[in-house]
């Protein structure tokens, strides 16, 4: 499938987020995280990591990886499904005090779900927060589904913890949603998740 770059929908750490737009019209629009290809470590193990949850129903769809090259370096690109409802942080900012709380266990539920389904295939997902947990809408207006995105940082079922020591100093997840047993102990397990 051949596409266009569009317009950025996001910068991370890793590299940027931009609307992939197929050149076939048939087609609909994906997503493509890009990268140097020398900074692509972490979109290289979420294709893995999503190559082996596909078809669960909880995790965004990736489709393939390429590179491409421009202006002169190589981008290695991670092609993936859109999700035109953005993140659950523009949903929360969008409906602020109005989530009824019927949604709010509903998302939770959703949620819960699909974090059981990531630990009975033994990962840890490392950095879950609300910018990694997309919106499908039905209708342009009505909420369908939650996603969880973003494995980049993930533990793996064949990780062991004999790196412990290297991520006393570059711990994996964003500070501010890690908990204070996380950061005391340095323990990757399924709890660091909840």
């Known amino acids: 499938m051949d596409w266009v770059r569009g317009k950025c929908l996001g910068k991370r750490s890793y590299g940027s ?11 609909p629009p994906l997503a493509v995280k890009s990268a140097l290809i020398i900074d692509s470590f972490s979109l ?3 294709l893995k990591i999503l190559l082996s949850l596909f078809g669960s129903e909880g995790f965004i769809q ?22 035109p409802g ?15 709380k019927c ?27 609300p910018t990694n947990i997309l919106v499908f809408l039905f209708d342009q207006q009505e909420l369908s589904q939650l996603k969880i995105t973003d494995f980049g940082l993930a533990k793996e079922p064949d990780e062991d913890d004999s790196r412990k020591f290297f991520y006393q100093y570059t711990f994996r997840g964003t500070p501010l949603y890690m908990s204070l047993e996380f950061v005391k102990l340095i323990e990757i397990s399924p709890a660091l998740n909840i």
């Not at 659950?88 to 109005?98: A, F, M, Q, S, T």
Request: glycine fraction near 2%; aromatic fraction near 8%; include cysteine.
């Open 17 to 27: 987020i931009f609307l992939a737009i197929p050149t076939n019209i048939i087609s």
């Open 44 to 46: 290289q193990k979420e």
């Open 62 to 83: 990736c489709y393939r990886d390429c590179l491409s090259h421009e202006n002169g370096m190589t981008i290695y690109n991670l092609l993936l499904e859109y999700a």
């Open 86 to 100: 953005g993140s659950l942080v523009d949903l929360i900012n969008k409906y602020e005090r109005k989530i009824l």
């Open 103 to 129: 949604d709010v266990r509903l998302y939770t539920q959703t949620i819960l779900k699909e974090l059981s389904s990531i630990h009975n295939n033994r990962y840890v997902h490392c950095d879950l927060k």
